[in-house]
């Protein structure tokens, strides 16, 4: 019992001894102990003091976050004045979702480009036909491939009328009205993650054709909130 006594006492002196040699050198190293463990606290600013119409004009490096795709989307489609109009809630998808290759160098078939084919056109601008007669298609290779109502459709049901963000959105989804003039495709679908990422999420709901989550959510532009998104939304269920 004296030997396990003696053995208790020599590990408490070596944790005092530790601790002591611990303060020493911060003191030599001439680091200055902390005295109040408390630290300030700051949030950031989601405030960008631009319209969403100038926010997706704004150039960046970063192809990640650059718009250069939509924002000749928006022109092609005629649509600038509705991304400077107030009170909207605004999912801009960037240029990765448009027209993103893989290693091969082959367009990846889950951007809008390779997903909506367009017809393969000869030399002669004539559609190029297969076994059957049928129009072989291609990845687009640029918006006016594409019908312009196509297009206006697309970015319209990318722009939600009231504004939407962190402030009055929870874990259940929100039915919000899109300018989308296609009745059975003008709903969107908002919802929170219930979870510690808390990030936000579109078309969540059973059956969807496809949820995608915010890359950057809750950017609050002087017309209203812009979430930004690797992938553009589609909805409808399967």
């Not at 297009?151 to 939407?164: D, F, P």
């Not at 999420?201 to 059973?206: I, K």
Request: negative net charge; hydrophobic residues 35%.
């Amino acid at each position: 019992m004296d030997k396990l006594k003696i053995q208790n006492s020599l590990s408490r002196y070596l944790a005092i001894a530790t601790l002591v040699l611990s303060v020493s050198a911060c003191t030599f190293m001439g680091l200055d102990l902390q005295e109040d463990h408390k630290h300030k606290v700051t949030i950031l600013e989601p405030d960008i003091h631009m319209t969403a119409w100038e926010f997706i004009n704004k150039p960046l490096e970063d192809t990640l976050r650059s718009f250069e795709l939509i924002r000749d989307a928006v022109v092609y489609a005629g649509l600038e004045e509705e991304y400077s109009k107030p009170g909207r809630t605004f999912l801009v998808f960037n240029n990765q979702s448009v027209l993103r290759y893989d290693s091969n160098g082959a367009v990846n078939s889950g951007c809008y480009f390779g997903r909506e084919g367009v017809p393969e056109l000869d030399e002669n601008g004539d559609p190029v036909l297969d076994s059957l007669g049928q129009p072989i298609t291609c990845p687009g290779r640029n918006w006016e491939d594409y019908p312009v109502e196509q297009i206006r459709n697309l970015l319209l049901y990318h722009i939600v009328e009231g504004e939407y963000s962190y402030h009055n959105l929870g874990p259940d989804n929100t039915i919000a009205q899109s300018l989308s003039p296609v009745d059975t495709a003008n709903k969107v679908h908002l919802r929170i993650e219930n979870d510690r990422n808390a990030k936000l999420r579109v078309n969540d709901f059973h059956g969807t054709i496809q949820s995608s989550i915010a890359r950057t959510a809750n950017l609050k532009a002087t017309n209203g909130f812009i979430h930004v998104f690797d992938t553009y939304q589609r909805y409808g269920v399967q």
